[in-house]
Protein backbone atom coordinates (compact mmCIF):
# COMPACT_ATOMS: atom_id res chain seq x y z
CA UNK A 1 0.00 0.00 0.00
CA UNK A 2 1.26 3.57 -0.98
CA UNK A 3 0.13 6.91 0.96
CA UNK A 4 0.65 9.92 -1.11
CA UNK A 5 0.55 13.71 0.21
CA UNK A 6 -0.23 16.28 -2.14
CA UNK A 7 0.45 20.11 -1.08
CA UNK A 8 0.41 23.38 -2.43
CA UNK A 9 -2.76 24.07 -3.91
CA UNK A 10 -4.34 26.99 -3.41
CA UNK A 11 -6.15 30.50 -5.32
CA UNK A 12 -3.84 32.77 -8.09
CA UNK A 13 -4.20 34.67 -10.10
CA UNK A 14 -4.27 34.34 -14.32
CA UNK A 15 -0.89 34.52 -15.42
CA UNK A 16 0.31 32.86 -12.01
CA UNK A 17 2.24 30.14 -10.57
CA UNK A 18 1.81 27.35 -8.15
CA UNK A 19 4.20 24.78 -7.43
CA UNK A 20 2.40 21.20 -6.29
CA UNK A 21 4.08 18.38 -4.39
CA UNK A 22 3.52 15.00 -3.92
CA UNK A 23 5.22 12.88 -1.04
CA UNK A 24 5.19 9.07 -1.27
CA UNK A 25 5.47 6.38 1.48
CA UNK A 26 7.77 4.12 -0.65
CA UNK A 27 10.55 4.73 -2.43
CA UNK A 28 10.04 6.43 -6.11
CA UNK A 29 11.82 3.78 -7.46
CA UNK A 30 9.66 1.51 -7.33
CA UNK A 31 6.92 2.66 -9.49
CA UNK A 32 5.76 2.04 -13.10
CA UNK A 33 4.24 5.63 -13.29
CA UNK A 34 3.76 8.65 -11.35
CA UNK A 35 2.44 11.87 -11.63
CA UNK A 36 -0.89 14.36 -11.43
CA UNK A 37 -4.18 13.92 -12.63
CA UNK A 38 -7.02 16.65 -12.38
CA UNK A 39 -11.19 16.52 -12.19
CA UNK A 40 -12.75 20.27 -13.05
CA UNK A 41 -15.88 20.74 -11.59
CA UNK A 42 -18.21 18.89 -13.30
CA UNK A 43 -15.85 17.21 -15.61
CA UNK A 44 -14.04 13.66 -15.73
CA UNK A 45 -10.66 13.40 -14.06
CA UNK A 46 -7.86 14.04 -17.00
CA UNK A 47 -4.51 13.16 -17.07
CA UNK A 48 -2.41 16.58 -16.34
CA UNK A 49 1.58 14.91 -16.30
CA UNK A 50 3.31 11.59 -15.39
CA UNK A 51 6.86 10.60 -15.19
CA UNK A 52 7.87 7.01 -16.18
CA UNK A 53 10.71 4.75 -14.29
CA UNK A 54 12.34 4.85 -17.74
CA UNK A 55 11.74 6.92 -20.61
CA UNK A 56 10.39 10.90 -20.98
CA UNK A 57 7.48 12.87 -19.04
CA UNK A 58 4.47 12.29 -20.64
CA UNK A 59 2.21 15.61 -20.64
CA UNK A 60 -1.66 16.56 -21.78
CA UNK A 61 -1.55 19.31 -24.41
CA UNK A 62 -3.11 21.39 -23.02
CA UNK A 63 -0.29 21.91 -20.13
CA UNK A 64 2.27 21.20 -22.52
CA UNK A 65 4.93 24.56 -22.11
CA UNK A 66 3.45 25.22 -18.94
CA UNK A 67 3.60 22.57 -16.47
CA UNK A 68 6.74 20.60 -15.37
CA UNK A 69 6.83 17.75 -13.37
CA UNK A 70 10.06 16.80 -11.26
CA UNK A 71 11.28 14.15 -9.18
CA UNK A 72 13.51 14.64 -5.42
CA UNK A 73 14.50 10.92 -5.55
CA UNK A 74 15.89 11.54 -1.86
CA UNK A 75 12.53 12.91 -0.62
CA UNK A 76 10.24 10.21 -2.53
CA UNK A 77 8.25 13.23 -4.05
CA UNK A 78 7.85 14.60 -6.75
CA UNK A 79 6.56 18.23 -8.17
CA UNK A 80 4.50 19.71 -10.54
CA UNK A 81 5.50 23.41 -11.48
CA UNK A 82 2.40 25.31 -12.73
CA UNK A 83 3.37 28.23 -14.52
CA UNK A 84 1.20 30.82 -16.69
CA UNK A 85 -1.84 29.39 -14.46
CA UNK A 86 -5.30 30.19 -16.76
CA UNK A 87 -9.37 29.83 -15.22
CA UNK A 88 -9.31 26.14 -17.07
CA UNK A 89 -6.36 24.91 -14.82
CA UNK A 90 -8.94 25.44 -12.23
CA UNK A 91 -9.50 21.84 -10.33
CA UNK A 92 -8.56 19.34 -8.03
CA UNK A 93 -5.20 18.38 -8.64
CA UNK A 94 -4.76 14.48 -7.53
CA UNK A 95 -1.42 12.36 -7.44
CA UNK A 96 -1.35 8.96 -9.03
CA UNK A 97 1.07 6.15 -8.42
CA UNK A 98 0.66 3.21 -10.83
CA UNK A 99 2.78 -0.01 -9.15
CA UNK A 100 4.88 -2.52 -11.33
CA UNK A 101 1.51 -4.29 -11.02
CA UNK A 102 -0.77 -1.84 -12.79
CA UNK A 103 -2.65 -0.69 -9.91
CA UNK A 104 -3.41 2.60 -8.76
CA UNK A 105 -2.84 4.57 -6.00
CA UNK A 106 -4.32 8.19 -5.26
CA UNK A 107 -4.01 11.10 -3.46
CA UNK A 108 -6.66 12.90 -1.59
CA UNK A 109 -6.24 16.01 -3.72
CA UNK A 110 -5.31 19.68 -3.82
CA UNK A 111 -7.65 22.10 -5.03
CA UNK A 112 -6.37 24.84 -7.71
CA UNK A 113 -8.60 27.60 -8.28
CA UNK A 114 -7.10 30.40 -10.60
CA UNK A 115 -9.43 33.31 -10.94
CA UNK A 116 -8.91 37.11 -10.47
Known amino acids: QVQLVESGGGLVQPGGSLRLSCAAS????????MGWYRQPPGEQRELVAR???????DYAGSVKGRFTVVRDNAKNTIYLQMNSLKPEDTAVYYC??????????WGKGTLVTVSS
Open 51 to 57: IFRFGSP
Open 96 to 105: NWNDTFGRDY
Open 26 to 33: SSIFSFNS
